[in-house]
């Protein structure tokens, strides 16, 4: 069983609603990530942090908003998304990416699913 | 830049059969490959990977992987298919410094 946890499982929002998507990994992993996946299709990176700071930003739009409060932890702010978003969202986490990080296993979440109405 | 391609989208193979996902790749550098599960409704689970020695991988629930450097494939293997197994699977590579690069995914599914 996966060692990351997200949460909610699923989550309908409308198009003016304000939500977050929250994230736990006990592993003492350093760095962490938010992946977009639609059906049938591979994962697409978001957002990575490394050390609690934000590494990478794949030209994500605004309505999207990462929030990492500690090494823990990871938020995903939701706000004013259209239905093109609708999604399962996926967090993961690695240990860290310096030194060699590249060869690090990358530990997926069970995702929420995100719909938009 | 770094790719994978997984050129099946659908492999059936029966129960009791041996089983071959193929992957290849293209990378600058030392590759970093692996495979992942996903069954119905869940999350990417973790089945193995390659970084570097023997070219031969031994994963989770009977999959290994052989790594191919002259002909970059990392096909993925398992000598005796279980209807359980019928799920999607992902290939990847990284480069270093790079991040986590899928290919297009591969359903499995297994006859009985």
């Known amino acids: 069983d996966t060692e990351v946890t997200q949460t909610p499982k699923h989550l309908v929002m409308g198009m003016t609603n304000k939500k977050s998507l929250k994230c736990e990994q006990h592993?003492?992993?350093?760095?962490m990530y938010w992946y977009k996946q639609k059906a049938k299709k591979p994962p697409e990176l978001m957002f990575v942090y490394s050390y609690e700071k934000l590494s990478i930003n794949e030209s994500v739009p605004s309505r999207f908003s990462p929030e990492c409060p500690n090494s823990s932890l990871l938020n995903l702010h939701l706000h004013a998304l259209q239905p093109e978003d609708s999604a399962l969202y996926l967090c993961?986490?690695?240990?860290?990416?310096?030194?060699?990080?590249?060869?690090?296993?990358?530990?997926f979440g069970e995702g929420s699913w995100l719909t938009v109405v | 830049a770094q790719s994978v391609a997984q050129p099946e989208d659908q492999v059936n193979v029966a129960e009791g059969n041996p089983l071959t996902v193929k992957c290849t790749y293209s990378?600058?550098?030392?590759?970093?490959l692996f495979w992942y599960v996903q069954y119905p409704n869940r999350g990417l689970q973790f089945l193995l990977k390659y970084i570097t020695g023997d070219n031969l991988v031994k994963g989770s629930y009977g999959f290994e992987a052989e790594f191919n450097k002259s002909q970059t494939s990392f096909h993925l293997k398992k000598p005796s298919a279980l209807v359980s197994d019928s799920a999607l699977y992902f290939c990847?590579?990284?480069?270093?410094?790079?991040?986590?690069?899928f290919g297009s995914g591969t359903q499995l599914t297994v006859l009985p």
């Open positions: 990847a590579v990284r480069a270093p410094a790079r991040q986590l690069t």
């Open positions: 990378v600058s550098g030392n590759p970093y």
């Open positions: 592993m003492g992993h350093r760095a």
């Open positions: 993961a986490s690695s240990q860290a990416l310096t030194g060699g990080g590249s060869g690090n296993t990358i530990y």
